[in-house]
T-cell receptor, first 112, second 117 residues
Framework: SQQGEEDPQALSIQEGENATMNCSYKTSINNLQWYRQNSGRGLVHLIL?????REKHSGRLRVTLDTSKKSSSLLITASRAADTASYFC????????????FGQGTELSVKP | DTEVTQTPKHLVMGMTNKKSLKCEQHMGHRAMYWYKQKAKKPPELMFV???????INESVPSRFSPECPNSSLLNLHLHALQPEDSALYLC????????????????FGPGTRLTVT
C-alpha cells in the first residue's frame, strides 16, 4: 500500500514563480526524502529531512515536516523550465529493512 | 564516481524469451534495489539486497529472479514474462539499507525500458 499521498497531482506554473508540493503519510517515520524524476529517467535525490527536524533548505529547495500532521511540503523558489519533472516524496519507516515507500508524485510543468 | 549504470537501456522480448537486466555501481554501496515503475506511477519496490544477500522480496512472481554476484553488480533475470510486465525497471543503491539511525539516500540508475510482446 502507498504510504505517501501527494498533492497536487499536477502543477503548471510560469518560470520565476514558486512551486509548492505536499505529501501526507500514514505511519510514523524515521525520515522523509524528496526525489525528482525527469521523464522516463531515473530518480534523483533532492533532500532528506529526519523526523526530528522541522525545516531544511538546499539551494532553491525548502522542505518542511510536520510529524503531528504526518505531512511534508517541498517548495521550489524562482522556478526554471529545467525544474519540469515529477517529484516524489518517500518515507522510511521503522524496521522496514531498506524499504522506501514512495508517494504518488506531483507532475510539475514550468513554462518559459 | 556517483553513478549507477544499467544495461540495456531498452529491451523488447517475447513471452517465451529469457533475458537479463544488469546494474552496476562503484560507490562502495552495500545495499542494492530493484524497482518497477509504470507510466505516471511511483516506483514499486521489488527486491532489496543487503550485503549481497536478498533481504526483501515484495512477493514478486518467480518469473523475475534477482542475483547479486558481488557488491557492485545486480542482475534481474527474466523468464516467461507477461505483457503487463512491460515497464521501466530501475536499479538503485545506497550506502547501507535505510532504516534506524543511519539514513542514506538512494542513487538510481537511468532504468531499462522493458516491452514484453
Amino acid at each position: 500500500s502507498q504510504q505517501g499521498e501527494e498533492d497536487p497531482q499536477a502543477l503548471s506554473i510560469q518560470e520565476g514563480e514558486n512551486a509548492t508540493m505536499n505529501c501526507s503519510y500514514k505511519t510514523s517515520i524515521n525520515n522523509l526524502q524528496w526525489y525528482r524524476q525527469n521523464s522516463g529517467r531515473g530518480l534523483v535525490h533532492l533532500i532528506l529531512i529526519r523526523s526530528n527536524e522541522r525545516e531544511k533548505h538546499s539551494g532553491r529547495l525548502r522542505v518542511t515536516l510536520d510529524t503531528s500532521k504526518k505531512s511534508s511540503s517541498l517548495l521550489i523558489t524562482a522556478s526554471r523550465a529545467a525544474d519540469t519533472a515529477s517529484y516524489f516524496c518517500a518515507t522510511d519507516t521503522n524496521n522496514q529493512g531498506g524499504k522506501l515507500i514512495f508517494g504518488q508524485g506531483t507532475e510539475l510543468s514550468v513554462k518559459p | 564516481d556517483t553513478e549507477v549504470t544499467q544495461t540495456p537501456k531498452h529491451l523488447v522480448m517475447g513471452m517465451t524469451n529469457k533475458k537479463s537486466l544488469k546494474c552496476e555501481q562503484h560507490m562502495g554501496h552495500r545495499a542494492m534495489y530493484w524497482y518497477k515503475q509504470k507510466a505516471k506511477k511511483p516506483p514499486e519496490l521489488m527486491f532489496v539486497y543487503s550485503y549481497e544477500k536478498l533481504s526483501i522480496n515484495e512477493s514478486v512472481p518467480s518469473r523475475f529472479s534477482p542475483e547479486c554476484p558481488n557488491s557492485s553488480l545486480l542482475n534481474l533475470h527474466l523468464h516467461a514474462l507477461q505483457p503487463e510486465d512491460s515497464a521501466l525497471y530501475l536499479c538503485a543503491s545506497s550506502l547501507t539499507p535505510v532504516g534506524g539511525e543511519r539514513v542514506y539516500e538512494q542513487y538510481f540508475g537511468p532504468g531499462t525500458r522493458l516491452t514484453v510482446t
